[in-house]
T-cell receptor, first 115, second 116 residues
């Protein structure tokens, strides 16, 4: 499986600021995904990021709040904009692999605390 | 719409006991994939297994085994002779073959605590 890294691993931010999370993969992948995991909760898909096209956002998530870049096949960023304490979560990126890309492998996650 | 239910919120066992984590799913697709992931306290999500809907053969990997039953829409996970290192949150997930971009739907997770 691909090796996925995320930066930063954790951060504490002030309300109203923005944070950009980076996701780096050691091989070229078509599909990359961004998830949010709020404290004590399950994972919720934010958006799907394919290289060369705009990200596809799930219901409840908008580009103004969570802009995503996908400049090449090994890298993506997720920005959490104008943060509030409700944005405190673990943010995870994943890539689809396997014959039909049906298996997703996850990065280590970014723990975000907004004060 | 697809849905995954993990009714067990928390389970606590003593080391060396066997434990089964339940997973029930809903889907209208005839072709789909089921997954189990482990999330230790470090937060990383570790892939454990993928099962295709057309393959109902149960699988064993060391102390782990999975029981897939389409008749009851269940995909249960058993840990034999549990160890303290098995303590984690375990997520069951579903992906429909017809869904766009292979989206995963996760269950709410089961927190497993193995006591020494």
């Amino acid at each position: 499986s691909a090796v996925i890294s995320q930066k930063p691993s954790r951060d504490i931010c002030q309300r109203g600021t923005s944070l950009t999370i980076q996701c780096q993969v050691d091989s070229q992948v078509t599909m990359m995904f961004w998830y949010r995991q709020q404290p004590g909760q399950s994972l919720t898909l934010i958006a799907t990021a394919n290289q060369g096209s705009e990200a596809t956002y799930e219901s409840g998530f908008v580009i103004d709040k969570f802009p995503i870049s996908r400049p090449n096949l090994t890298f993506s960023t997720l920005t959490v904009s104008n943060m509030s304490p409700e944005d405190s979560s673990i943010y995870l990126c994943s890539v689809g692999q396997g014959i039909g890309k049906e298996t997703q492998y996850f990065g280590p996650g970014t723990r975000l605390l907004v004060l | 719409a697809q849905k995954v239910t993990q009714a067990q919120t928390e389970i606590s066992v003593v080391e060396k006991e066997d434990v089964t984590l339940d997973c029930v799913y809903e889907t209208r697709d005839t072709t789909y994939y089921l997954f189990w992931y482990k999330q230790p306290p470090s937060g990383e999500l570790v892939f454990l297994i993928r099962r295709n809907s057309f393959d109902e053969q149960n699988e064993i990997s060391g102390r782990y085994s999975w029981n897939f039953q389409k008749s009851t829409s269940s995909f249960n996970f058993t840990i034999t002779a549990s160890q303290v290192v098995d303590s984690a949150v375990y997520f069951c997930a579903l992906s429909e073959a017809s869904g766009s971009a292979r989206q995963l739907t996760f269950g709410s997770g089961t927190q497993l605590t193995v006591l020494p």
